[in-house]
């Protein structure tokens, strides 16, 4: 029988059969590409889980599912050098979804891709990106991709705010009279900073000092994802305009009441953005401090050996060291001849 090379395998969300341990009896098996959710037998659901010193030969493994459920225990899948995960959504509990991916020793390239934009992704992007960078420090080998966009493994979601800030506000000020200007603050600010981050990324041998400040960055990036959740919410609660006549007069009260009930949230609101702004002026403080930009057009050009004699001072002889040189030697050989 000829050896199997790729195996693909789909339809194995519920199964009595642990079907990891079916696949590695595949001893020569080069690539290997998964369509399953968590492994569900009656009463129990388990995460997809790879055992230690299982599938010596893959070099590839895909995986797909609707939301991250999967562990690598250590020493699994030794020899597997891409490694694609690919999920619709984010995990539905307040973890990762994704752990052990640091005991793929031999990796060459992560993709991690979602398809769609949620609060939960950003921890498993989180985990897998750290993870990863153990093993890979060229952070250009680590793809992130959601909802159709590519994202560096720096930068994370910090790529996609100032976007979201820009769409922002048209209605900000609805919600929260004369907010619309800190926004576009922040949009511009954070703008800059994503240009910093990818100028890190592209550097051969990056500073180090630059990591701490990239990382408080995207912590920020979180806090500011959590308030366009609250402004959302705040949204929602206001009415839009009636139609009729009579209904309009009802939801002039109604609109009322919402304001009076929404006040203390509106303040809640109103104090994140202001913590945020602050953040933001602080961390563009110590921008300056973490990165050391290189010169631009920066050239080893040959000096000219008589520019020296341009800035000698006044008083001094220019240009005859040459002469007092030679006839000090022509001296010192009539003087000895002498002797």
């Known amino acids: 029988m000829k050896a199997l090379q790729t195996l693909s395998c789909g339809g194995t969300a519920k199964s009595s059969v642990n079907f990891i341990e079916e696949i590695s009896k595949h001893d020569n098996l080069r690539e290997l590409e998964l369509y399953c959710d968590a492994i569900e037998t009656p009463g129990n659901k388990k995460r997809v889980r790879f055992p230690a010193h299982r599938f010596q030969s893959v070099k590839k493994l895909c995986i797909r599912q609707s939301s991250p459920l999967l562990t690598f225990e250590p020493n699994a899948l030794p020899t597997v050098q891409v490694l694609e995960l690919r999920f619709q959504k984010g995990p539905a509990l307040e973890s990762s979804g994704v752990s052990g991916v640091e005991n793929l020793s031999s990796l060459k390239r992560v993709l991690l891709e979602f398809e769609q934009h949620d609060a939960g992704i950003m921890v498993t992007v989180d985990a897998v990106r750290n993870a990863a960078q153990r093993i890979l420090p060229d952070h250009q080998y680590i793809t992130i991709k959601v909802d159709g966009k590519s994202y560096g493994a720096m930068s994370g979601m910090v790529d996609a705010l100032p976007g979201k800030l820009g769409a922002l506000l048209e209605q900000v000020d609805a919600l929260l009279p004369g907010a619309s200007a800190d926004v576009a603050f922040l949009q511009a600010e954070l703008d800059s900073m994503c240009a910093d981050i990818h100028h890190y990324e592209s550097l051969e041998r990056p500073a180090s000092l630059a990591e701490t400040w990239i990382g408080r960055v995207r912590e920020l990036a979180y806090n500011i994802e959590d308030w366009v959740d609250l402004l959302a919410i705040l949204a929602a609660a206001s009415c839009g305009p009636p139609t009729s006549t009579s209904s309009r007069t009802l939801g002039w009260f109604r609109r009322g009441a919402d304001k009076v009930t929404t006040l203390p949230f ?45 800035y000698a001072e006044a008083g001094s002889p220019v240009g005859l060291d040459g002469q007092v040189e030679e006839l000090s030697k022509i001296l010192m050989d009539a003087g000895s001849r002498e002797l």
């Not at 609101?269 to 290189?294: G, H, T």
């Open 266 to 310: 509106r303040h809640v609101v109103a104090n994140e953005l202001e913590d945020i702004k602050e953040r933001v002026i602080e961390l563009s403080k110590q921008r300056e401090c973490y990165f050391v930009r290189p010169l631009a057009n920066a050239k080893h050009r040959p000096v000219n050996p008589r520019m020296p004699a341009f």
